[in-house]
């Protein structure tokens, strides 16, 4: 069935934005400003503020729930479905796991190239099938199973990219690429859990996505502007890429942005892409299909990938292309792409069966994505 013009534009939003999202993370980092007090020139590196401003995008998915609550009220057959009344702060946990796994990543952006970033991530499936097994009495399907085994050889063909690749990389060393990939691998375990704590605590609440993902979102972000806080304090060493060497000095951030003006577009672009790509994401869902929003999610890697090229933020290695072919098969037999093609095979049906509930956890409906 052919497409509407508004499910193209959704569609075309999503992949647009969902782009956006790591790229305008990537060139805000690779900017270098001179701090507070006439410090020396350095590079944008403010992972948490970074992370805080996220979590600000995300918290604008309640203002739009609510606006849309009030224009279908003031309408004369009100058909939002605003699901049950809940307590907000069974939001708190899975928005803690957010707000931690989103730090991780932003810290390993800065290690790590665009286009690894957003390939590594695929790690989820993996982490996020093995945790519904052990505390959702999951039983997955083999081709999902086949699907965890290829993904985890994707992921170790695009590490292997990264370790080529990083002893001529000019600005990583190879021990950063490293140390970044395991980061955001480490990241996925922390997102999977989120994923099954959403599924066990929040989803029977029947919560409307938008509100969902404002809540944590709300959440995250008043959590993690206090932390700024102490971590103005904390000693980081050289872990804290900053004069002060603090594990994250936000006043080195305003001043390096004021000294650089164009760091607030490339953080506005960060806030705004969120909102709109987890606006777009649950739309499509509704609108076309959980698998449809998952194909969107695999193709803006292709994007990301594109655009670091063509700006020059990497340069093209062929293990990349291998693994991210590898990890696209994965995904798709994890995420049951293969069962239009195995349908009209009798002897294949054992390989079908996904239930509704696993599909959920996998299109992730209400959690929040960036």
């Known amino acids: 069935m052919a497409w509407t ?103 390993a952006l800065n290690m790590t190239s665009a286009s690894s970033f957003q390939m590594l991530r695929g790690a989820v499936i993996v982490f996020t099938g093995l945790l519904s097994v052990a505390f959702l009495g999951r039983k997955l399907m083999v081709s999902q199973w086949i699907g965890i085994f290829i993904t985890i050889t994707g992921l170790l063909v695009v590490g292997l990219a990264d370790f080529v690749s990083g002893e001529k990389d000019e600005q990583h060393k190879l021990s950063e690429v490293i140390t970044g990939d395991l980061l955001i691998i480490m990241a996925q375990v922390i997102v999977a859990v989120q994923m099954v704590l959403e599924e066990k605590f929040v989803y029977k609440h029947d919560v409307h996505p938008l509100r969902a993902v404002g809540t944590e979102g709300f959440f995250g972000f008043v959590t993690l502007s206090l932390l700024l806080i102490p971590m103005y304090y904390i000693p980081a060493g050289h872990f804290g890429n900053n004069p002060r060497q603090v594990l994250e000095d936000s006043l080195d951030a305003f001043c390096q942005i004021g000294n650089q003006p164009m760091i607030v577009l490339a953080l506005l672009g960060n806030i705004i892409s969120i909102a709109f790509f987890n606006f777009a994401g649950i739309s499509v869902t509704k609108e076309i299909s959980a698998t449809t929003r998952m194909v969107l999610d695999s193709l803006r890697t292709v994007v990301i990938w594109a655009v670091s090229l063509a700006v020059g933020w990497e340069r093209f290695h062929g293990l990349q292309v291998l693994g991210f072919i590898v990890l696209l098969v994965g995904a798709a037999l994890y995420n049951g792409l293969h069962k239009p093609v195995m349908e009209k095979i009798p002897c294949c049906a054992r390989f079908l069966g996904q239930s509704s509930s696993e599909e959920r956890l996998l299109s992730g409906s209400t959690a929040s994505v960036n």
Not at 47 to 53: D, I, K, S
Not at 72 to 95: C, H, I, V, W
């Open 5 to 107: 013009k508004y499910q193209l534009l959704l569609a075309g939003m999503m992949l647009i934005t969902g782009s956006i999202n790591t790229l305008s993370a990537k060139w805000a980092d690779n900017f270098s400003a001179p701090g507070c007090k006439g410090s020396t020139e350095h590079s944008f590196s403010h992972p948490f503020l970074q992370a805080v401003g996220m979590f600000l995008g995300e918290l604008s998915c309640l203002v739009l729930f609510h606006v849309l609550l009030c224009h279908d009220r003031r309408s004369p057959e009100p058909k939002m479905n605003t699901g049950q009344t809940f307590n907000p702060l069974y939001f708190f946990p899975p928005a803690m796991c957010d707000m931690t796994a989103t730090c991780i990543m932003y810290v």
